[in-house]
């Protein structure tokens, strides 16, 4: 198959399971001579920062020597982002390849389940040192957990977010989380919930936290933080408050996952460090910021981050099966114009709706039929001021490429 009909099969397989399990996943990697097995992984659970403690692992891991492979989701703009080897994505040929070994076991699989064959395939062909493994959903029956035993699980901070399928309290869906702690050590944020922290407490004997009290110097901007911790100085080209966060559980996971890494190691992958739609600065005159917040604990970070600025322009689309009305309760009272889009995907909500909700935080709201009449508006209401774009990675995922073309180049 070419590119474009391996795409198109990948994409037409189901979403979810009928039933979770774990069974699938092992059938398939059975039939493919068990390539997760050849390379140690560092897997990485949570609601909120899985993606950016991934970058920040990564990219520490690389500056060391070592030879990384990235397994993140969802992907943002180009679908090889999901499956990266020291940065670089797989290529189109090695995805087609790959898929069709996959397809050839005959094995049904979803369509997270599937990639997630190809990428442990493609880590293991290419004889990896280490894989740092984002789940997708959940942790205990997500298709990353066919792995054995990692050299180190991370929980990072669990929220409320996939309520239908993960549980609807915070305990619940801790627990699934905790499914792929497997005998590890653990390491999560400084700031888990009383009641996530317990539960992890109750399946690893070691939970290794960043110590607060150890934190100083912070300095916090949009474009990069700087900070001091246990003595020593870092920065992070991902700026944001919750970036410091990240950067702590990344520092900790570092020190206590078994391979040889100094802090010179740490310091320069932190710095290094880049994940699209997070706080991701297209422009800085204006001001343009893209950010991923989808759910209330990203959407409250996000709202830390609009506190800084004044005559902020929004541009929104968001999901029906999400919590937006609570993320627009964090985050457009900070905003004086609101302008609706639904990213072009079945479950998002029609920009009208959206506006009408909308009217209840923004004195200024408005709908546009399409992402690019959108930036059209905002860039004639902004009056050189701050323009974040937000809601939904989907949207995330239109905007960038649209922010590049010769008509929205700012």
Same mark, same amino acid.
Request: aromatic share 8%; proline share 3%.
């Given at each position: 198959m070419k590119y474009n009909e391996t795409l198109n099969y990948i994409h037409s397989l189901g979403k979810f399971p009928s039933k979770p399990s774990l069974e699938r996943i092992t059938e398939v990697c059975g039939k493919l001579d068990n390539p997760q097995n050849n390379f140690k992984a560092i897997h990485i659970a949570g609601t909120n920062g899985k993606g950016s403690v991934c970058a920040f692992l990564s990219s520490a891991l690389i500056s060391a020597?070592?030879?990384?492979?990235?397994?993140?989701?969802?992907?943002?703009?180009?679908?090889?982002?999901?499956?990266?080897?020291?940065?670089?994505?797989?290529?189109?040929?090695?995805? &087609?390849?790959?898929?069709?070994?996959?397809?050839?076991?005959?094995?049904?699989?979803?369509?997270?389940?599937?990639?997630?064959?190809?990428?442990?395939?493609?880590?293991?062909?290419?004889?990896?040192?280490?894989?740092?493994?984002?789940?997708?959903?959940?942790?205990?029956?997500?298709?990353?957990?066919? $792995?054995?035993?990692? &050299?180190?699980?991370?929980?990072?901070?669990?929220?409320?977010?996939?309520?239908?399928?993960?549980?609807?309290?915070?305990?619940?869906?801790?627990?699934?989380? &905790?499914? $792929?702690?497997?005998?590890?050590?653990?390491?999560?944020?400084?700031?888990?919930?009383?009641?996530?922290?317990?539960?992890?407490?109750?399946?690893?004997?070691?939970?290794?936290?960043?110590?607060?009290?150890?934190?100083?110097?912070?300095?916090?901007?949009?474009?990069?933080?700087?900070?001091?911790?246990?003595?020593?100085?870092?920065?992070?080209?991902?700026?944001?408050?919750?970036?410091?966060?990240?950067?702590?559980?990344?520092?900790?996971?570092?020190?206590?996952?078994?391979?040889?890494?100094?802090?010179?190691?740490?310091?320069?992958?932190?710095?290094?460090?880049?994940?699209?739609?997070?706080?991701?600065?297209?422009?800085?005159?204006?001001?343009?910021?893209?950010?991923?917040?989808?759910n209330p604990d990203g959407a409250r970070a996000l709202g830390s981050a609009l506190k800084e600025y004044s005559d902020i322009t929004a541009i929104i689309g968001v999901m029906r099966d999400k919590n937006y009305n609570q993320v627009l309760a964090e985050t457009l009272p900070l905003c004086k114009n609101a302008i609706c889009v639904n990213p072009t995907v079945p479950r998002a909500l029609p920009a009208e709706e959206l506006a009408v909700k909308a009217q209840n935080y923004c004195k200024n709201v408005f709908a546009s039929n399409t992402l690019n009449d959108a930036l059209t508006l905002a860039k004639s209401r902004c009056d050189g001021n701050p323009i974040f774009i937000f809601g939904s990675l989907y949207l995330a995922a239109e905007a960038r490429p649209l922010l590049k073309t010769e008509n929205h180049r700012i």
């Open positions: 020597g070592y030879k990384v492979g990235m397994f993140v989701s969802p992907f943002i703009v180009d679908f090889c982002e999901r499956i990266q080897i020291n940065g670089e994505y797989i290529g189109k040929d090695d995805l &087609c390849r790959l898929s069709k070994r996959v397809i050839d076991t005959g094995v049904s699989l979803t369509e997270f389940e599937f990639i997630t064959a190809v990428g442990f395939l493609f880590f293991s062909e290419n004889k990896i040192d280490v894989a740092v493994l984002e789940t997708g959903l959940g942790g205990r029956f997500d298709a990353t957990n066919a $792995i054995p035993a990692p &050299c180190l699980s991370i929980i990072t901070k669990i929220g409320l977010d996939h309520t239908a399928i993960l549980g609807d309290t915070v305990s619940q869906i801790a627990e699934e989380k &905790c499914g $792929i702690i497997k005998g590890t050590k653990t390491v999560t944020s400084f700031n888990q919930p009383a009641e996530a922290l317990s539960v992890i407490k109750a399946h690893s004997p070691c939970v290794i936290m960043p110590q607060k009290n150890s934190l100083n110097d912070i300095k916090i901007n949009i474009l990069g933080n700087s900070f001091v911790y246990e003595g020593d100085f870092y920065e992070t080209s991902l700026g944001g408050e919750y970036q410091i966060e990240n950067a702590l559980t990344a520092i900790e996971a570092l020190k206590n996952c078994g391979l040889k890494i100094d802090k010179s190691h740490i310091k320069c992958g932190l710095k290094a460090a880049f994940m699209p739609a997070r706080l991701e600065v297209i422009s800085r005159k204006p001001l343009v910021v893209i950010d991923g917040a989808h």
